[in-house]
């Protein structure tokens, strides 16, 4: 017990100053009844998260990496060496997944002892939200983990003050902004670039010939890795089923099923085509990004600058739609949250008529007034175009 709870030790805290912006959202559900979540990807820093809660708190935390034991059996152990009785008591579980039936015994305790606390995390955080989608619904609020904004990766290479006078640190913004895009989880940051490719491989490879295959039925973990190689060499691609699985030799249900997968395991990322009938919209094409432009940089051959910035600008934000006419007049991104608004990254710094044609193509169609523009501009612009408004923005504010 004290050899994984060292914060037991008298003037000893986890050495983790710098905290995710997730961290403060996690201190706010503190006193909630849930059972939290932790989830992401690999090596977004769950574990460490977990680290820097111990340190605001005194916990106990156990990790199944090392050695597997019952949950009851482990809070007896915890009863031995800290007399607790009916204070509140909070429980971090970390790689969870390696306890076979996890769920189920969270549950029982959960429904016996209010006063216990469970956070749950682990590596494999696919595997977390199946179970617990299944056994602890209604009793488990989960938190999502994603790669660094440009925010966070600023704050963590103390570079942060730049983006408060985007005029005056300009050059500095631009050249950070591109480390960052190949650099956006934290481990990697101080990584020369070779490095850097192989440990976002190693990621790749670990999910995919590893953590799908032992929850689901692969019969081809080797497609798995092919698919996300080949939409990492294209983030954004219109992704036609049946295309794609006479290009890679299986059946349009196999290619469908391995998307689904790489989808729930945080790697890959899917948007739809807007249509002004959202159910209409999930049964048009769909484009894939990868989760992070870092994993587009590394594994991908051919990937253009443009696409990088895109997959940059989906990476931080929540967009669900992408729009694309039978003209091939396409809009990035379009944000909903009542009257739809479109969304386009460019990724230079004078924008013409050429660069609006999609948006007010979809301004006409669907009678929207409002529009943004995403560009390496310092101050944000207003434009008209008929009828329409548009919002040229700073597309480092945005990331």
């Known amino acids: 017990m004290r050899k994984y709870n060292r ?46 809660l111990i340190n605001y708190l005194k916990i106990l935390y156990f990790t199944f990496d090392e050695e597997i034991i019952n949950i009851s059996e482990l809070l007896d152990e915890f009863r031995l060496v800290s007399n607790f009785g009916e204070e509140k008591i909070y429980v971090f579980l970390d790689e969870i997944r390696k306890l076979k039936g996890f769920e189920t015994q969270i549950k029982v305790i959960y429904d016996l002892y209010p006063n216990i606390k469970f956070f749950i995390s682990g590596s494999a955080s696919l595997f977390i939200r199946k179970y617990s989608r299944e056994s602890l619904a ?83 973990p080797d497609l798995l890795y092919k698919i996300v190689k080949i939409i990492c060499d294209r983030p954004g691609m219109l992704v036609d089923y049946t295309g794609l699985a006479n290009d890679l030799g299986v059946s349009n249900k196999t290619i469908s099923t391995y998307l689904n997968y790489l989808t729930d395991s945080f790697l890959l990322r899917k948007i739809y085509n807007f249509s002004g009938n959202l159910l209409t919209s999930e049964k048009k094409l769909k484009k894939f990004y990868p989760i992070s432009p870092s994993f587009s940089w590394a594994l991908g051959e051919n990937i ?43 990724y230079k710094e004078q924008i013409d008529k050429r660069d609006l044609k999609g948006i007010i193509a979809f301004s006409k169609k669907f009678k929207v007034k409002s529009a943004k523009v995403l560009a390496i501009t310092t101050e944000s612009v207003e434009v008209e175009s008929n009828d329409l408004k548009i919002d040229i923005e700073p597309l480092y504010l945005w990331v």
Do not use: C
């Open 304 to 346: 253009s600058h443009g696409s990088l910035v895109e997959n940059t600008v989906l990476s931080v934000n929540n967009f669900k739609y992408f729009w694309r006419d039978a003209y091939k007049r396409e809009v990035d991104f379009v944000y909903v949250d009542g009257k739809p608004l479109p969304i386009e990254v460019k």
């Open 7 to 52: 914060h037991w030790e008298r003037g000893f805290s986890y050495p983790y100053p710098k905290k995710r912006f997730l961290f403060a959202e996690l201190v706010k559900n503190l006193d909630t009844r849930f059972i939290v979540q932790i989830v992401g990807l690999r090596r977004t820093g769950k574990t460490v998260l977990m680290f820097q």
């Open 138 to 220: 209604g009793r488990v609020i989960s938190f999502y983990l994603p790669p660094l904004n440009f925010k966070e990766y600023l704050y963590f290479v103390e570079k942060d003050y730049i983006l408060e006078n985007l005029k005056a640190y300009y050059t500095d913004i631009r050249n950070e902004f591109e480390k960052f895009m190949r650099s956006q989880l934290i481990e990697t940051i101080n990584l020369d670039p070779d490095l850097r490719k192989e440990y976002y491989k190693s990621i790749v490879k670990k999910i995919t010939y590893e953590d799908i295959p032992s929850l689901f039925p692969v019969d081809y």
